[in-house]
Nanobody, 116 residues
Framework: QVQLVESGGGLVQPGGSLRLSCAAS????????MGWYRQAPGKQRELVAR???????DYADSVRGRATISRDNAKNTVYLQLNTLKPEDTAVYYC??????????WGQGTQVTVSS
């Protein structure tokens, strides 16, 4: 089992920035991928960004150029930096990891609201 604890969400004005953090109860060295998904009201959960154990990164088209995913192995934490936020970025953001046995684990989610 892996416990994931997200933080960093909140209310942000359009054009603003925030950084989400996801701390894991196990070492990142046991994970294949670490990523962030989001789900807006009435919509399906979608990938925002992910990073592999080899540091390959993938981004959704909607955030490419505005988002950066990174990790701190010493802290077992993955970060998502979001810039130039738009109202359509409003969603619950979930941390996800896939371990070396291809098992999925999810955090509880953190709300991001972009509004003036």
């Amino acid at each position: 089992q892996v416990q994931l604890v997200e933080s960093g969400g909140g209310l942000v004005q359009p054009g603003g920035s925030l950084r989400l953090s996801c701390a894991a109860s196990r070492s990142w060295s046991t994970m294949n991928t670490m990523g962030w998904y989001r789900q807006a009201p009435g919509k399906q959960r979608e990938l925002v960004a992910r990073i592999t154990r080899f540091d390959r990164t993938d981004y959704a088209d909607s955030v490419r150029g505005r988002a950066t995913i990174s990790r701190d192995n010493a802290k077992n934490t993955v970060y998502l930096q979001l810039n130039t936020l738009k109202p359509e970025d409003t969603a619950v953001y979930y941390c996800n990891v896939v371990d070396s046995q291809s098992r999925d684990f999810w955090g509880q989610g953190t709300q991001v609201t972009v509004s003036s």
